[in-house]
Protein backbone atom coordinates (compact mmCIF):
# COMPACT_ATOMS: atom_id res chain seq x y z
CA UNK A 1 0.00 0.00 0.00
CA UNK A 2 0.84 2.96 -0.65
CA UNK A 3 0.12 6.45 0.61
CA UNK A 4 0.83 9.73 -1.04
CA UNK A 5 0.30 13.89 0.64
CA UNK A 6 0.62 16.68 -0.79
CA UNK A 7 1.30 19.60 0.07
CA UNK A 8 2.22 23.47 -1.16
CA UNK A 9 -1.19 24.50 -2.88
CA UNK A 10 -2.37 27.88 -2.03
CA UNK A 11 -3.47 31.13 -3.42
CA UNK A 12 -1.32 33.20 -5.69
CA UNK A 13 -1.57 35.88 -8.52
CA UNK A 14 -2.06 35.32 -11.87
CA UNK A 15 1.77 35.08 -13.61
CA UNK A 16 3.52 33.51 -10.03
CA UNK A 17 4.60 30.08 -9.07
CA UNK A 18 4.01 27.35 -6.34
CA UNK A 19 5.49 24.31 -6.12
CA UNK A 20 3.27 21.53 -5.04
CA UNK A 21 4.93 18.73 -3.04
CA UNK A 22 3.78 15.00 -3.18
CA UNK A 23 5.33 12.58 -0.50
CA UNK A 24 5.20 8.95 -0.22
CA UNK A 25 4.77 6.16 2.23
CA UNK A 26 5.04 2.46 1.77
CA UNK A 27 7.00 2.46 -1.40
CA UNK A 28 10.12 4.56 -2.95
CA UNK A 29 8.89 7.16 -5.48
CA UNK A 30 11.59 5.25 -7.75
CA UNK A 31 9.99 2.03 -7.90
CA UNK A 32 6.85 3.22 -9.33
CA UNK A 33 5.42 5.84 -11.85
CA UNK A 34 3.87 9.20 -10.50
CA UNK A 35 1.54 11.70 -11.76
CA UNK A 36 0.20 15.14 -11.43
CA UNK A 37 -4.22 14.93 -12.11
CA UNK A 38 -6.04 18.37 -11.04
CA UNK A 39 -10.09 18.78 -11.03
CA UNK A 40 -11.91 22.55 -11.09
CA UNK A 41 -15.04 23.06 -9.75
CA UNK A 42 -17.85 21.66 -12.11
CA UNK A 43 -15.01 19.73 -14.82
CA UNK A 44 -13.57 16.23 -14.73
CA UNK A 45 -10.53 15.40 -13.46
CA UNK A 46 -7.42 16.01 -16.12
CA UNK A 47 -4.13 14.97 -16.80
CA UNK A 48 -1.25 17.43 -15.38
CA UNK A 49 2.28 15.73 -15.81
CA UNK A 50 3.85 12.54 -15.09
CA UNK A 51 7.21 10.79 -14.53
CA UNK A 52 8.23 7.12 -15.67
CA UNK A 53 9.45 4.81 -13.08
CA UNK A 54 13.15 5.18 -13.75
CA UNK A 55 12.62 9.41 -13.37
CA UNK A 56 13.93 9.89 -16.86
CA UNK A 57 11.18 10.64 -18.69
CA UNK A 58 8.10 13.27 -18.52
CA UNK A 59 4.88 13.94 -20.03
CA UNK A 60 2.88 16.94 -19.93
CA UNK A 61 -0.49 18.32 -20.82
CA UNK A 62 -0.10 20.01 -23.83
CA UNK A 63 -1.62 23.54 -21.78
CA UNK A 64 1.12 23.14 -19.29
CA UNK A 65 4.18 22.14 -21.28
CA UNK A 66 6.81 24.69 -20.70
CA UNK A 67 5.26 26.41 -17.52
CA UNK A 68 5.20 22.90 -15.15
CA UNK A 69 7.87 20.82 -14.26
CA UNK A 70 7.35 17.44 -12.59
CA UNK A 71 10.87 16.14 -10.74
CA UNK A 72 11.71 14.17 -7.74
CA UNK A 73 13.98 14.00 -4.97
CA UNK A 74 14.74 9.83 -4.11
CA UNK A 75 16.20 10.79 -0.99
CA UNK A 76 13.16 12.21 0.63
CA UNK A 77 10.71 9.79 -1.33
CA UNK A 78 9.26 12.65 -3.06
CA UNK A 79 7.55 14.36 -6.45
CA UNK A 80 7.11 17.82 -7.03
CA UNK A 81 5.32 19.60 -9.83
CA UNK A 82 6.73 23.43 -10.05
CA UNK A 83 4.21 25.66 -11.78
CA UNK A 84 5.55 28.60 -13.16
CA UNK A 85 3.76 31.41 -15.11
CA UNK A 86 0.46 30.68 -13.14
CA UNK A 87 -3.10 31.68 -14.91
CA UNK A 88 -6.81 32.12 -13.28
CA UNK A 89 -7.52 29.09 -15.76
CA UNK A 90 -5.08 26.84 -12.98
CA UNK A 91 -7.22 26.85 -10.49
CA UNK A 92 -8.35 23.44 -8.95
CA UNK A 93 -7.61 20.72 -6.49
CA UNK A 94 -4.27 19.51 -7.76
CA UNK A 95 -3.84 15.54 -7.10
CA UNK A 96 -0.99 13.20 -6.64
CA UNK A 97 -1.31 9.79 -7.99
CA UNK A 98 0.68 6.74 -8.09
CA UNK A 99 0.68 3.84 -10.78
CA UNK A 100 2.46 0.25 -9.93
CA UNK A 101 2.39 -1.58 -13.27
CA UNK A 102 4.18 0.33 -15.85
CA UNK A 103 7.29 1.68 -16.20
CA UNK A 104 6.28 4.48 -18.09
CA UNK A 105 3.76 7.51 -17.55
CA UNK A 106 0.47 7.36 -18.46
CA UNK A 107 -2.23 10.36 -19.09
CA UNK A 108 -5.29 8.31 -17.73
CA UNK A 109 -6.35 8.17 -14.56
CA UNK A 110 -7.54 4.75 -14.60
CA UNK A 111 -3.93 3.72 -14.98
CA UNK A 112 -3.16 5.41 -11.31
CA UNK A 113 -3.64 2.52 -8.33
CA UNK A 114 -3.01 5.39 -5.78
CA UNK A 115 -4.16 8.72 -4.76
CA UNK A 116 -3.23 11.48 -2.57
CA UNK A 117 -6.47 13.81 -0.83
CA UNK A 118 -5.58 16.64 -3.39
CA UNK A 119 -4.20 20.12 -2.05
CA UNK A 120 -6.14 23.65 -3.61
CA UNK A 121 -4.15 25.86 -5.90
CA UNK A 122 -5.89 29.41 -6.57
CA UNK A 123 -4.45 31.77 -8.85
CA UNK A 124 -6.43 35.52 -8.65
CA UNK A 125 -6.59 37.56 -11.82
Known amino acids: QVQLVESGGGLVQAGGSLRLSCTAS????????MGWFRQAPGKEREFVAA????????IYADSMKGRFTISRDNAKNTVYLQMDSLEAEDTAVYYCAAGRDLALPTRSAAQYDYWGQGTQVTVSS
Open 51 to 58: LSRSGGYT
Open 26 to 33: GRAVSSIR
